[in-house]
C-alpha cells in the first residue's frame, strides 16, 4: 500500500496556486522531507494530506489517496466517514503549534489517554531518555500549569508516540529552543526514522536540522512544483551581511529589573516569576542576540521594555527617563508622560499573523496602524517590503491568504516604515528560509546604517546568531535562573 | 453542491420556526380549513395568541440579552477586577435552576399583578419574564462572549496593537467585530433563543398546574396549552392532537434553533 499517492492534485487559493498538477507518491517507510522558501505552500500542501485545509477557503483539483483511501476525488475533498477511515488507518499529524492540541480542562495525564492511548509507558520513557524529564511530576498538572519549554516537550512526545503507520510533522523546530532541538534530533533519528514499519513526512525550511537527521529522501517545492534533490544544499554559501553602523552609545539600560505575571487559568489567576535581577544595557547600533530555552522569561523582557506588562520592577532607563516609573501598570492605556516613548518602538511578535487587523487587507490595516501614529507612509511601507522579497500585490491580501513567513516579513517591513528607535524582534526569523532570510537581515542592517537603532533579537536559532547578530546574551545566564545552556 | 445544501437547511429553518411567524395571521384566516371544533371550542385561537406570545418573549428576550451580554462580556475583558466580579455574581446565579429565578422574579410584583387590569398584567409578566429569562441565559452567554474575547485580546492581538498606540477599548471594539466574533453572536443568539424557549414553556406549564388564582402571572404560552389540554391523553377526554399540537410544534422550532447552533460550530471548526 502507497502511503500518500497524488494523481494530477493541486492546491488553489483564491487566484495563487500552490501546487499544480502534481503526482508526488510516497512509498511505504521511507522518511522524507519537503524543503522550499517561505510561501511556497508547505504547510498547505501537508495540511491537505492531514485534512485540516479549510474548504472554504482553498479548493482542490485532481485525487489524492492516503493509506489507500480516498482522500480527495476529482478535487473534492471526501466525507467525513472516509476521513474518519483514513485517521484510523494510522494518520498522525504533529503541526507547527504542538502545545494548541492539548485539551486546557484536562490534565497532562488525561490529555495523554486521549491522545495517545495505550502509549504511557514508551512517552514516559522517551521524556526521560530524551528530555531528562519525569512525567510523574506533571501527570497532575493542567497545561496552564506548566511552562512553555516543558509543555512542548511533553506535547511533542505524546504526539509522536502515537500509534500509526503515517507521520506527518510540519515545521517541528519553530518553536524549540537550542537546547531541545539537539535532543529533538537525537530523538527522531534513534525512535522515529529508524522505524522502518513508518512512513515519515516533514516540511521545514531549517537546513542546518535537516542535515542532522537521517532522512531516506529530499525534495523542494517551489512555484507549485515538487522535485527530487539528489542532494542537500549546503550552508556555506552564506555570508553575515556587513552591519552597518549609525551612530553609537547606550539608550536604553535595564537595572535589577525582575518581572511577574498573571496567568488566568480555569481553575483562577496565578502569579509566576518570568525573571529576576534582570541588568544589562543595549546601545544603538549594535545587534543584540537574546537566546535561551522556551518559557525562561526571553518575551517577557521584550514586554516588560514595551511597557506591556504589569509586575516590572527595577529600572528600565532611556534618556535618563525611567520607562517603569513613567507607566508602572498595564491598564490599556498610555500615560500622557510615555506616548512619546510609545511611539518611538515597536516589535515584531512571534506570530505576525496578529500583527493586522484579521478581516482588513494588508493595505487597510497598515492605514490603520499609520493613523494610531505608528505607521510611516504607504509609500515607504511598499518600499520596505520589496527590500524583504515580497511584492505590491501582497498589500491587497488578507492576514488568513498569506504564509506565516510571508507575514513575519511584511510585520518586519511594517516595522522598518515605523522608524523606530527601539525595534524588538521576537523570534522574527522564525518562519523564513535561509536564503530569504538573509535579504531580511540585509533590509534591516539598511536601516540601521541609517538611524540609530536600539535592536533586540529574541531568537533560538543558530543561523541568526551566526549571520546577523554581533552580541549576543544567554538570557538564562543573565538572570542567572538556569545552568548554562 | 454545498452551496444548495446550505440553502435547503435555511429553508428547512424556516419551515420549522414558522408557526411563529404563522401566529401573526389573524386565527381567522384558518378557520375555514381547521377542524370545526377546534375553531368553535376556541383552542384554535388559543394556540395562535400562545405562538404569538412566545415569539414575542423570544425577540425581546434576546434584544435585551444580547445587548446585556455584549456589554459584559466586553467589559469583562476590559477590565479583570470587573470580569472577576461578574464571573463570581453569574457563576452564582448559574447554579440555581432557571425556573426557580423566573419564579422568584414574580413575587415582588404579584401585588401589582393583582391588583391590575389584564392588559397592564400581561406587561408586566412579559417584562418581568423578559428580565428572568435574561438572567438564566447570561452566564453561560457572557462566558461564550468573553473567553474567545479574551483569547484574541490576550494571546493573539494585544502585543501589537498596544506596541501601535492603540487602547484596549479601542483594540476589544476592533475584536468584537471581526467574523470570528460574530459568529460567535450568533451562536450565543441562538443558546439564548432555545435556552428561553424552555423556560418559557416550562414556566407557562406550571402556572398553568399549579396556580390560575387572581396575582399570578399572565403568562400565555405553549406550555400552558399543554399543561391545560395534558387530559386530552386519556380515552373519552377529548383528541390527542389538542396536546401533541403544540408538542410537536415546539419541538420543530427548538429544532430550528439546534441547526442554527450546529450550523455555526460546522463553520467555526
Given at each position: ?8 492534485f493541486?492546491i ?17 517507510g ?6 522550499g522558501?517561505t ?5 498547505v ?12 477557503i482553498?479548493?482542490?483539483?485532481g485525487a ?9 476525488v476529482?478535487g ?22 504542538t ?9 497532562l495525564d ?10 504511557r ?7 526521560k531518555d530524551?528530555?531528562?524529564m ?10 496552564d ?10 506535547t ?12 506527518l510533522i ?6 524549540l529552543?537550542r ?17 522502518k ?6 516540511v ?5 536540522f ?10 523542494k ?6 522535485h527530487?534533490l ?22 536604553i ?9 498573571f ?5 483562577g ?8 535581577g534582570?541588568s544589562?544595557?543595549?546601545?544603538r ?5 537574546v537566546?535561551?530555552p ?7 523582557m521584550?514586554?516588560a521594555?514595551?511597557?506591556l ?16 516609573e513613567?507607566k508602572p501598570k ?5 500615560p ?15 506570530d505576525?499573523r496578529?500583527?493586522?487587523f ?10 490603520q496602524?499609520?493613523?494610531a501614529?505608528?505607521?510611516?507612509t504607504?509609500?515607504?511601507f511598499i518600499?520596505?517590503?520589496k527590500?524583504?522579497g ?9 492576514p488568513?491568504?498569506?504564509?506565516s ?8 517591513a ?16 522564525a518562519h523564513i ?5 538573509l535579504?531580511v ?5 539598511d536601516y ?5 537603532t536600539?535592536?533586540v533579537l ?11 547578530v ?8 543573565l538572570?542567572?535562573q538556569?545552568?548554562?545552556? | 453542491?454545498?452551496k444548495l ?11 420549522l ?8 395571521i389573524?386565527?381567522e ?7 370545526a ?11 395562535f ?7 414575542i ?5 434576546l434584544?435585551?440579552?444580547m ?13 479583570m477586577?470587573?470580569?472577576r466580579a ?5 457563576n452564582?446565579?448559574e447554579?440555581i435552576?432557571?425556573?426557580?429565578i423566573a419564579l ?5 410584583v404579584?401585588?401589582?399583578l ?6 397592564a ?17 447570561l452566564?453561560?452567554?457572557v462566558?461564550s462572549?468573553?473567553i ?5 485580546y ?14 484596549k477599548?479601542r ?6 467585530n ?6 460567535t ?9 432555545l435556552?428561553?424557549?424552555?423556560l ?6 406550571i402556572?398553568?398546574l399549579?396556580?390560575?388564582s ?9 406550555g400552558?396549552?399543554?399543561a ?5 391523553l386519556f380515552p ?5 392532537i389538542?396536546f401533541?399540537?403544540?408538542?410537536i ?7 430550528a ?8 460550530k460546522?463553520?467555526?471548526?
Amino acid at each position: 500500500m502507497t502511503p500518500i499517492a497524488l494523481n494530477n492534485f493541486s492546491i488553489h487559493l483564491g487566484e495563487r496556486e500552490l501546487l499544480k498538477n502534481c503526482n508526488f507518491s510516497l512509498e511505504a517507510g521511507v522518511s522524507t522531507v519537503i524543503m522550499g522558501p517561505t510561501g511556497t505552500g508547505k504547510s498547505v500542501f501537508l495540511k491537505s494530506i492531514a485534512g485540516i485545509l479549510s474548504t472554504q477557503i482553498f479548493t482542490f483539483d485532481g485525487a489524492m489517496k492516503v493509506n489507500g483511501f480516498d482522500a480527495y476525488v476529482n478535487g473534492k475533498k471526501s466525507n467525513f466517514a472516509s476521513w474518519t477511515e483514513i485517521e484510523k488507518s494510522g494518520l498522525m499529524f504533529v503541526p507547527a503549534e504542538t502545545a494548541m492540541v492539548m485539551n486546557p480542562a484536562l490534565t497532562l495525564d488525561q490529555n495523554l489517554a486521549l491522545l495517545a492511548p495505550g502509549c504511557r509507558p514508551t512517552i514516559v520513557q522517551r521524556l526521560k531518555d530524551y528530555f531528562s524529564m519525569n512525567f510523574e511530576d506533571f501527570a497532575r498538572l493542567y497545561p496552564d500549569e506548566v511552562s512553555g519549554g516543558e509543555m512542548q516537550r511533553i506535547t511533542l512526545m505524546i504526539l509522536l508516540s502515537r500509534q500509526g503507520n503515517l507521520i506527518l510533522i510540519d515545521e517541528p523546530t519553530v518553536n524549540l529552543d537550542r537546547n531541545l532541538r539537539k535532543h529533538f534530533v537525537d530523538f527522531l533519528n534513534k525512535e522515529i526514522l529508524v522505524d522502518k514499519k513508518k512512513t515519515f513526512l516533514m516540511v521545514s525550511h531549517d537546513l542546518d536540522f535537516i542535515k542532522r537527521l537521517s532522512l531516506d529522501q529530499v525534495y523542494k517545492l517551489e512555484q507549485g512544483n515538487i522535485h527530487k534533490l539528489d542532494t542537500l544544499p549546503e550552508m556555506e554559501g552564506y555570508e553575515k551581511p556587513v552591519a552597518k553602523k549609525g551612530a553609537s552609545g547606550t539608550a536604553i539600560e535595564l537595572k535589577d529589573v525582575s518581572q511577574t505575571y498573571f496567568k488566568r487559568g480555569i481553575f483562577g489567576e496565578r502569579t509566576f516569576t518570568a525573571f529576576k535581577g534582570l541588568s544589562l544595557k543595549f546601545e544603538r547600533s549594535t545587534i543584540y542576540g537574546v537566546t535561551g530555552p522556551s518559557g525562561c522569561g526571553k518575551s517577557s523582557m521584550v514586554k516588560a521594555i514595551l511597557r506591556l506588562m504589569d509586575g516590572t520592577k527595577g529600572q528600565i532607563t532611556m534618556e535618563g527617563k525611567d520607562l517603569v516609573e513613567l507607566k508602572p501598570k498595564e491598564s490599556g492605556y498610555d500615560p500622557k508622560a510615555f506616548k512619546p516613548f510609545r511611539n518611538r518602538m515597536t516589535v515584531v511578535q512571534q506570530d505576525s499573523r496578529f500583527s493586522f487587523f484579521p478581516d482588513l487587507t494588508i493595505r487597510n490595516s497598515f492605514k490603520q496602524i499609520a493613523k494610531a501614529g505608528a505607521g510611516g507612509t504607504l509609500e515607504d511601507f511598499i518600499e520596505n517590503m520589496k527590500k524583504v522579497g515580497l511584492t505590491e500585490a501582497n498589500l491587497d491580501e488578507y492576514p488568513q491568504a498569506l504564509s506565516s513567513g510571508e507575514m513575519k516579513r511584511i510585520d518586519i517591513a511594517r516595522a522598518l516604515t515605523q522608524k523606530p528607535d527601539i525595534l524588538m524582534l521576537d523570534e522574527a526569523f522564525a518562519h523564513i528560509d535561509f536564503d530569504t532570510r538573509l535579504k531580511v537581515m540585509e533590509a534591516i542592517s539598511d536601516y540601521l546604517a541609517v538611524h540609530a537603532t536600539i535592536l533586540v533579537l529574541v531568537t533560538h536559532e543558530d543561523f541568526d546568531l551566526r549571520y546577523f547578530v554581533e552580541k549576543s546574551y544567554d538570557f538564562p545566564e543573565l538572570v542567572g535562573q538556569f545552568e548554562k545552556v | 453542491m454545498k452551496k444548495l445544501f446550505n440553502v435547503l437547511k435555511i429553508i428547512l429553518v424556516i419551515l420549522l420556526a414558522s408557526p411563529l411567524l404563522i401566529s401573526w395571521i389573524p386565527s381567522e384566516v384558518f378557520a375555514n380549513i381547521a377542524p370545526a371544533d377546534l375553531v368553535e371550542s376556541g383552542y384554535l385561537s388559543a394556540l395562535f395568541v400562545s405562538f404569538k406570545d412566545l415569539s414575542i418573549t423570544l425577540v425581546a428576550t434576546l434584544i435585551f440579552a444580547m445587548i446585556i451580554s455584549l456589554l459584559l462580556g466586553y467589559v469583562s475583558v476590559l477590565s479583570m477586577k470587573v470580569g472577576r466580579a461578574f464571573t463570581n455574581i453569574l457563576n452564582a446565579v448559574e447554579s440555581i435552576p432557571s425556573i426557580l429565578i423566573a419564579l422568584f422574579c414574580y413575587a415582588p410584583v404579584s401585588g401589582y399583578l393583582a391588583s391590575h387590569g389584564s392588559s397592564a398584567s400581561t406587561t408586566m409578566s412579559l417584562l418581568v419574564f423578559v428580565l428572568a429569562a435574561t438572567v438564566t441565559t447570561l452566564p453561560e452567554a457572557v462566558r461564550s462572549i468573553a473567553i474567545p474575547l479574551t483569547d484574541l485580546y490576550n494571546r493573539k492581538y494585544s502585543l501589537s496593537f498596544r506596541s501601535y498606540g492603540f487602547t484596549k477599548p479601542r483594540i476589544l471594539f476592533v475584536l468584537m467585530n471581526t467574523v470570528l466574533m460574530r459568529d460567535t453572536f450568533k451562536r450565543v443568539a441562538a443558546g439564548i433563543l432555545l435556552k428561553t424557549l424552555v423556560l418559557d414553556c416550562s414556566f407557562g406549564f406550571i402556572i398553568q398546574l399549579g396556580f390560575g388564582s387572581n396575582g399570578t402571572p399572565a403568562h400565555t404560552s405553549p406550555g400552558a396549552l399543554i399543561a391545560a389540554y395534558r387530559k386530552a391523553l386519556f380515552p373519552d377526554s377529548g383528541s390527542p392532537i389538542l396536546f401533541w399540537l403544540p408538542s410537536i410544534l415546539l419541538i420543530a422550532i427548538s429544532v430550528a434553533f439546534l441547526i442554527l447552533l450546529n450550523k455555526d460550530k460546522e463553520e467555526n471548526v
